[in-house]
Antibody, heavy 120, light 110 residues
Framework: EVQLLESGGGLVQPGGSQRLSCAASGFTFSSYAMTWVRQAPGKGLEWVSSITESGDKTYYADSVKGRFTISRDNSRNTLYLQMNSLRAEDTAVYFC?????????????WGQGTLVTVSS | QSVLTQPPSVSAAPGQKVTISCSGSSSNIGKNSVSWYQHLPGTAPKLLIYDNNKRPSGIPDRFSGSKSGTSATLGITGLQTGDEADYYCGAWDTSLSAGVFGGGTKLTVL
């Protein structure tokens, strides 16, 4: 059974940093691109970042470019999102997803999400 | 303002059919595959359609997808109250080198 378990969310002050993790199981993690998607309160889904299977290529939304870094550890079956210089508008539930919206198969499976609140 | 444009809401009676449109451009829908997602608040989004018109295993054939030019459409037949959710289209935008979603469509089954 595929499982994606996000962790690392919480309350952080503006300008602060937070690292999200997504522990994957039930599939060959290293064979899939992975993606972070977020949903701000009362808003729709927003694509944040994707990473290729080997981690050699990464992609970011303009809204987070230069502040967020996506990475993965295929030996630990874990996806990460390092978030720096956080702003109030980064407040959202962050979902990790198996696959890529740019891949033919789409975002095949999603985690339950972790809430990040940026506030003083 | 989302790159992909969806109607904010649609509604229909149980048992009826509804379609949800997703309009894009030559750099996203016109060039790349479209996927559709169902999202009930507080839960994990679910993939309904991938590669424009394919259904993952476990998704009933009441759900269908199509694409023509720079637009895509999600169809749902035999509406059930359990279908009430937010629906999103997604695609890759080659010009932006970024993923893009529609703003979402709230389906109400009256």
């Amino acid at each position: 059974e595929v499982q994606l378990l996000e962790s690392g969310g919480g309350l952080v002050q503006p300008g602060g940093s937070q690292r999200l993790s997504c522990a994957a199981s039930g599939f060959t993690f290293s064979s899939y691109a992975m993606t972070w998607v977020r949903q701000a309160p009362g808003k729709g889904l927003e694509w944040v970042s994707s990473i290729t299977e080997s981690g050699d290529k990464t992609y970011y939304a303009d809204s987070v470019k230069g502040r967020f870094t996506i990475s993965r550890d295929n030996s630990r079956n874990t996806l990460y999102l390092q978030m720096n210089s956080l702003r109030a508008e980064d407040t959202a539930v962050y979902f990790c997803a198996k696959g890529g919206v740019g891949r033919v198969q789409g975002l095949i499976y999603w985690g339950q999400g972790t809430l990040v609140t940026v506030s003083s | 303002q989302s790159v992909l444009t969806q109607p904010p809401s649609v509604s229909a009676a149980p048992g009826q059919k509804v379609t949800i449109s997703c309009s894009g451009s030559s750099s996203n829908i016109g060039k790349n595959s479209v996927s559709w997602y169902q999202h009930l608040p507080g839960t994990a989004p679910k993939l309904l359609i991938y590669d424009n018109n394919k259904r993952p295993s476990g998704i009933p054939d009441r759900f269908s997808g199509s694409k023509s030019g720079t637009s895509a459409t999600l169809g749902i037949t035999g509406l059930q109250t359990g279908d009430e959710a937010d629906y999103y289209c997604g695609a890759w935008d080659t010009s932006l080198s970024a993923g893009v979603f529609g703003g979402g469509t709230k389906l109400t089954v009256l």
